[in-house]
């Protein structure tokens, strides 16, 4: 179906890489933006109207580092120490789950993100094929990664490697993307991060991990290895255009440094890095380098919800605070972080993440008489310290709906509901 839609306003790509509104029509053919404004092509009678009256038409958000088969351990386990979160609570929970429980769980995360105007996802996990599925279920983008551990990728690592090759194999697609995601620095030899790299280079593909944390991972990274985390996989090759680091909360000068001598591209997860305590990544320092900066949600274990809009609010006030001033982290980087910088990040410049001709069409409409964002004086301004994602009324992703007046069509949500409870009530 192509789409010609009307009376809406549209924030586009403007000057110096600001976002602005304007108010034009936005034509949509074969899952890609056609044109916006006029168009002098054939748009007759093949493109059905869409009338957008007092909707913004945007970018859908891209969360770029989460695990969405996690989502069933919100409220789970909060208000602990780190280490009893972690080893006392979530590790033993996931080991338990099933497969089927990752699905349920995992639907019920995509659920979340659409509501709240998220078209895109990276993400790691542990389930050979659910995430995949539950994405394609609910006609998500996702770049989708199993979790790699051990010493060497051929040998203890292989069971999870083989996970990611066949993943490959069964689900990669337009709309689903594998990448290769070993853990962390404390669960991956430096010689598993090196053979991840050869396999990436050999298959084509994307990369992501976690890095520097916490300041324990940084402590012990020293007594291990004399340098830094970032030092030590920039030493791997892991550190590329292709390779996104999420967290990145612990850098010295030094490490940003290198971050963007290599074009790696940095994930920051604010409201997770806060609750567990680890801190606040050093973005004012990192934006002002030239690092390319995208947000994610992290799992709801420890945000916990993968409301895109929310994090982008916690963003840009967390930074003000640190930083003691009013214009750090203002509005337009933070929806850059969360649109256009991500769409850089996964190798689509310009094609992801904005609305300009050629980019795919993975679009939301905001309704604009919304509470939270009534009276119109600044929508960029109240994408970022009003919205809450309930504003959101229809997504398309690929030029196709998978949400519409707030449903899913074609999906059974009380079925999701349901074996979620059911997951809860047997592993948790
Ligand atoms: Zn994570």
Redesign the pocket.
């Known amino acids: 179906m192509n789409y010609k839609i009307i009376n809406a306003k549209l924030l586009v790509p403007g000057d110096n890489g600001l976002s602005e509104i304007v108010s034009k029509d936005l034509y949509i053919k074969d899952g890609q933006i056609l044109a916006v404004g006029s168009s002098d092509r054939d748009l007759n009678d093949d493109f059905q109207i869409i009338d957008a009256k007092n909707m913004l038409v945007m970018p859908g958000l891209i969360n770029m ?1 989460t ?1 969405v088969y996690m989502t069933l351990f919100r409220g789970y386990a909060d208000d602990i120490d780190f280490d009893n979160w972690l080893f006392g609570r979530i590790m033993p929970a996931e080991e338990k789950l099933s497969p089927e429980a990752a699905y349920a769980s995992s639907m019920l995360g995509c659920m979340e993100m659409l509501k709240s105007g998220t078209t895109c996802f990276m993400d ?1 996990h542990l389930f050979r094929g659910q995430s995949c599925r539950a994405a394609k279920d609910m006609g998500m983008r996702a770049y989708i990664g199993r979790g790699l551990v051990g010493e060497d990728l051929y040998k203890d690592g292989y069971f999870r490697f083989e996970d990611s090759l066949c993943e490959m194999e069964q689900y990669q697609s337009d709309l689903i993307k594998i990448v290769l995601s070993p853990h962390a620095i404390y669960t991956c030899s430096v010689k598993l991060y090196e053979q991840v790299v050869k396999e990436c280079q050999k298959h084509g593909l994307l990369m992501q991990t ?1 890095l520097s944390e916490s300041v324990n991972e940084i402590e012990n990274c020293y007594k291990k290895y004399g340098i830094s985390p970032v030092e030590l996989l920039e030493r791997t090759g892991f550190l590329n255009e292709k390779s996104t680091l ?1 967290h990145c909360v612990q850098l010295s000068e030094k490490d940003i440094e290198i971050i963007k001598n290599t074009g790696a591209n940095v994930v920051t997860n604010p409201a997770s890095n806060s609750k567990l305590g680890n801190g606040f990544a050093p973005i004012n320092s990192m934006r002002e380098a030239g690092v390319n900066i995208c947000l994610g949600t ?2 709801t274990a420890s945000n916990n919800t993968l409301n895109m809009f929310r994090e982008m609010g916690i963003l840009s006030t967390i930074h003000k605070g640190v930083a003691r001033s009013s214009v750090a982290a203002p509005a337009q980087f933070v929806l850059k972080c969360a649109t256009s910088a991500a769409g850089r990040a996964l190798g689509l410049e310009n094609k992801l993440g904005v609305i300009a001709p050629g980019a795919k069409a993975d679009i939301i409409f905001v309704n604009l008489r919304s509470e939270s964002l009534f009276p119109n004086n600044d929508i960029i301004a109240s994408l970022c310290y009003s919205a809450n994602g309930s504003e959101v009324e229809s997504v398309m992703i690929d030029g196709k709906f998978v949400m519409k007046d707030r449903t899913f069509p074609g999906i059974d949500t009380e079925k999701i509901y349901a074996d979620v409870q059911k997951a809860v009530d047997m592993y948790l």
């Open positions: 580092h695990h790691m976690h999420a992290d799992s």
